[in-house]
C-alpha cells in the first residue's frame, strides 16, 4: 500500500495550489520540499528597518562575488542583508552553460519557493495566446482554449486576490478584482494623452495579487489587507500578498491531510513498467543525505520548469532509457522565457507639487499587448506588454548631502516626476533552447548540473527594437522631456523569472509530453503543472495560469482516483 494518495515536489506557486486542491478533496498528500522551512515570525524581515541590518541592508561585495552573482545580477533590488537567505548560493547550486549561452537561473530553495520573491504582477492568458502556435505553424497546437480555463482562473482569483480594474479587452480578459491601487496623476495624465494619440492602445493599473478588501475565506487564513508599506520582497507579515506561505499551503494544512518534508532533494522517480505507473519518488537529504524513498498512487511535479525536466531526465529505465515521459523528446527542450530589452524613462512636467500617500506596492501601470491585435503593422510574431509606472523623484538617491532633520526634511520635499517602462516580450519556443544533464559534472548530493543551451531568435530581437520605438513615441506624445533608453541588450535568458515550456502540452504523444489536463501522455499517474507544461509563453506575467491549471489538474486527477482509473 501507497504511503499517500499523492506527493507534490516543490512547494511553490503551483505546488502549493497542487497541495490544496488535493487536500480539499480528501487526499492524503506528502510535499517534497528541497529546501529549509520558512516561519514568518522568524524569518520575514519587512519589520525591520535598513539601520537596523549590517551594512544598512546591503550585501557586501565580496559576498556577492562570492555566493550571489547569478542571482544579485538578475534581482539586485531583492537581494538584501535581511533577505539574502531566500536566494539560493550560486557556488552551492552551480549550473553550466553551453558555448553561446548565458543563462539566469535564479532561485529560491525554501517553503513556497520563489513564491515569496515574486514580484505579484498577476494576468491571465487571452483567447489569442492559446491559438496561435496552430494559426501559425509554430511549434505544436496548444490542446486546451481559453473557455476551458476560464472556470479555473475565477476559482483561483477568488482565492488568491487579485487587484484591478474591469477593462473588457478581449486579448487580456478581466479577473475576479479586488478593488485597485489607483493611478498617480502623472500616470493618469500618461494615460489620457496616450490612449488619446493611440487608437487601440490602453493604459491601466497592474494587476496585483494584493489584497485591498479581504474576503471571509481569506481573513480565516490570517490574511489582511495590504499596508501599502512597499516592503514586499522581505516577506509580508500581514500576508497581504498572496504565497503559497501566506495562503494555499495553510489551507491545505488545515484539512488535516497535509504532510510536507524539508530538505528533500528528489533525485528521481520510480518508475514500474508492468502497471505502467510512477510508484514512488526517491530522495536525498539535503543535510545529512540520507536517501529515502517515498510511495504514492499519483505524483505531481512543481518544482519549476528546469527543475521538473531534469528529475525526468534522471528517471531513465528500460522502458524509458531517455528519461520518464520522455518518448518525444521533449522533456528540457522549449524553454522559454520573457524577453526585454531597453527600457525608456522620461521626466512628466506640471507634478512638482504633487506627491503620494504611503508606498504602493510593486506595480503602476500595465500597457496590454496591442501588437499584431489592434495593430497589425508589425514586422514581428505575436507581441509584448509594458509594465511600468511614475513616481516623484523629490530630492531622493543621494542627489543632496547632509546629516539631521534638514537632510531628512529636504528628501521628503516633492521634486520632478520619473515615468518608466519595460516591455516584456513574448519568446516563441524552438526545440534547439533546452536544458539537459551535464555528462560528467554532479552537485553535492550527486545530482547532475543543468545544461543550458539556449539564445534568442531573431523575431524575439525585433520585437524588442520596435518595442523601444513605440514607448519613445508614447513618451513624446504624452509631453515627457529628457526621454532615455537604457542599453538595447536583451535580457538574459532566464533573467524575467518565468521559465517554461520543458514539458509541453500537446495533442500528440509523438510530439508532446503532456496531455491537456497536464497528464504525462507515456504515464497516466503523473501530472506536471508548473511552467513546464506551457506550449508557448505568452507575453502575460504566468503564474496565475500556472495555479489555474494546477487546480484543474487536481480536480482531474482526483477524478480518476475515484472511478479507480487510476
Known sequence: MADFDAIVVGSGMSGGMSAKELTERGLKVLVLER??????????????????????????????????????????????????????????????????????WLRGYHTAGRSIMWSRQTYRLGPQDFTANKEEGVAVDWPVRYEDIVPWYEKVETFVGVAGTEESLEQLPDSVFQPAFALTDAETEFKQKVETTFNGRKIIPARIAH???????????????????????????????????????????????????????????????????????????????????????????????????MILLQSKSEA???????????????????????????????????????????????????????????????????????????????????????????????????????????????????????????????????????????????????????????????????????NANLSKPGNRIHEMGTARMGRDPETSVLNGWCQAHDVPNLFITDGAFMTSSACQNPSLTYMAFSARAADYATGLLSTGAL
Open 35 to 104: 529546501g529549509p522551512e520558512i516561519v514568518p515570525e522568524r524569518d520575514y524581515t519587512d519589520q525591520l528597518t535598513p539601520w537596523q541590518t549590517p551594512n544598512f541592508d546591503n550585501v557586501p561585495q565580496d559576498e556577492i562575488k562570492q555566493h550571489y552573482p547569478k542571482q544579485y545580477g538578475g534581482v539586485a533590488y531583492a537581494i538584501k542583508e535581511s533577505t539574502k537567505h531566500f536566494w539560493v548560493r550560486d557556488d552551492e547550486h552551480p549550473y553550466e552553460e553551453a558555448e553561446g549561452t548565458s543563462y539566469d
Open 211 to 309: 489584497l485591498t478588501d479581504a474576503t471571509e475565506e481569506q481573513r480565516s487564513l490570517g490574511r489582511t489587507n495590504c499596508q501599502a508599506r512597499n516592503r514586499c520582497h522581505h516577506g509580508c507579515t500581514f500576508k497581504a500578498y498572496f504565497s503559497s506561505l501566506n495562503a494555499t499551503l495553510p489551507a491545505a494544512e488545515r484539512t488535516g491531510n497535509l504532510t510536507m518534508v524539508h530538505n528533500a532533494i528528489v533525485q528521481g522517480l520510480d518508475y514500474d513498467a508492468v502497471s505502467n505507473r510512477v510508484t514512488g519518488v526517491r530522495v536525498v537529504d539535503a543535510e545529512t543525505n540520507e536517501r529515502r524513498t517515498y510511495t504514492s498512487r499519483i505524483v505531481f511535479l512543481n518544482a519549476s520548469a528546469i527543475a521538473s525536466a
Open 320 to 486: 524509458f532509457p531517455n528519461g520518464l515521459a520522455n518518448r518525444s523528446d521533449q522533456v528540457g527542450r522549449n524553454l522559454m522565457d520573457h524577453v526585454s530589452s531597453a527600457g525608456v524613462a522620461g521626466i512628466m512636467n506640471g507634478f512638482n507639487d504633487k506627491t503620494t500617500f504611503g508606498r504602493r506596492p510593486s506595480g503602476g501601470i500595465y500597457i496590454p499587448r496591442y501588437a499584431n491585435v489592434t495593430e497589425n503593422d508589425k514586422p514581428y510574431r505575436r507581441g509584448f506588454g509594458f509594465q511600468g509606472g511614475a513616481r516623484p523623484l523629490g530630492n531622493a538617491g543621494g542627489q543632496i548631502a547632509g546629516i539631521g532633520r534638514e537632510f531628512k526634511e529636504a528628501h521628503r520635499r516633492p521634486g520632478p516626476w520619473r515615468m518608466s517602462v519595460l516591455a516584456f516580450g513574448e519568446q516563441l519556443p524552438n526545440p534547439d533552447n533546452r536544458v539537459t544533464l551535464h555528462p560528467s559534472k554532479r552537485d553535492r548530493w550527486g545530482n547532475p548540473l543543468a545544461l543550458f543551451n539556449v539564445t534568442y531568435s531573431e523575431n524575439e530581437r525585433i520585437m524588442q527594437e520596435e518595442a523601444v520605438k513605440d514607448a519613445v513615441a508614447m513618451f513624446q506624445a504624452a509631453g515627457c522631456i529628457n526621454i532615455t533608453t537604457s
